[in-house]
């Protein structure tokens, strides 16, 4: 097996994760899959900001686990759920790079698949 690119967030490369302090209200097909007080904001480099919502705030009999896994140098290996016949629609990284643990135990949803509200 080959060694894995493992990267550390830099000035070049930023990756900031903040409280985001809002509730973030996430519907897919019109259902409610996630609803938390507690999400985090996680801030890469120039890309838009992403969502990560706490396990614990998932409907997670919504989900059914993808075959999808994809890999990250910065922030580790993602696996994917689907919802509801949408495919991917939920990435998490289980177990997250030492440079971005607060993400661990949290899932992110794709602003094109799902509606993400914050209010």
């Known amino acids: 097996m080959t060694e ?4 550390l967030p830099s000035a070049a490369h930023p990756i900031t994760i903040t409280p985001t302090g809002r509730r973030v209200t996430v519907t897919i097909g019109g259902a409610i899959v996630a609803q938390t007080d507690g999400a985090l904001t996680l801030q890469e480099s120039t890309y838009p900001a992403v969502q990560y919502i706490p396990r614990a705030d998932v409907v997670f009999e919504t989900l059914t686990r993808s075959a999808n896994i994809t890999y990250c140098p910065y922030k580790g290996e993602a696996n994917y759920y689907d919802v509801g016949g949408v495919a991917d629609v939920i990435w998490t990284y289980e177990d997250p790079y ?15 698949k799902a509606q993400i509200v914050l209010a």
């Open 98 to 112: 030492p440079a971005v643990a607060e993400i661990a135990g949290h899932l992110a949803f794709y602003p094109e």
């Open 4 to 7: 894995r690119q493992v990267l």
